[in-house]
């Protein structure tokens, strides 16, 4: 079952810490349209049924990527699409969209999710693998 639109806005608030709903939409805009141009067939369809249908929407038609962005390149394009982003914010805005997509996903389909995904993403999502590291340069 999908997640309440208001309820999915209000935990991305909270974990990112936005002062307005606004900048937690944004944030859930931009990280879910990148998301979606790396994720294919049922994998993508199920994520998406479990989403409020905008950002299923979103995820279903994606900003496209043109290659599958390794976590780091991944943070670093979604600080492109974010005026004012920096990579330590967009990483910031990263962590809040996908921990809360994972927690409306559940834990055996954001196993599959991050099947598709290159390695680090399990990080982003806020649920570490067994020695997994990723962190954002301070360059």
Do not use: C, K
Not at 36 to 60: D, M
Not at 68 to 84: H, K, M, Q
């Amino acid at each position: 079952m999908a997640m309440h639109w208001d309820v999915f806005l209000d935990q991305i608030q909270e974990r990112g810490e936005y002062e307005t709903r606004a900048e937690a939409d944004r944030a859930a805009r931009t990280v879910l349209g990148l998301l979606g141009a790396h994720l294919v067939g049922e994998v993508r369809a199920e994520l998406a049924a479990r989403l409020p249908e905008t950002f299923a929407l979103i995820l279903l038609n994606p900003l496209q990527a043109a290659e599958p962005l390794s976590a780091e390149r991944f943070v670093r394009a979604t600080a492109a699409w974010i005026d004012g982003a920096t990579e330590q914010t967009a990483a910031w805005d990263v962590g809040a969209v996908l921990s809360v997509t994972a927690d409306a996903a559940g834990d055996e389909l954001v196993r599959r999710v991050l099947l598709q995904l290159p390695p680090g993403y399990d990080l982003l999502f806020g649920r570490p693998q067994s020695g997994a590291s990723f962190a954002v340069s301070a360059d």
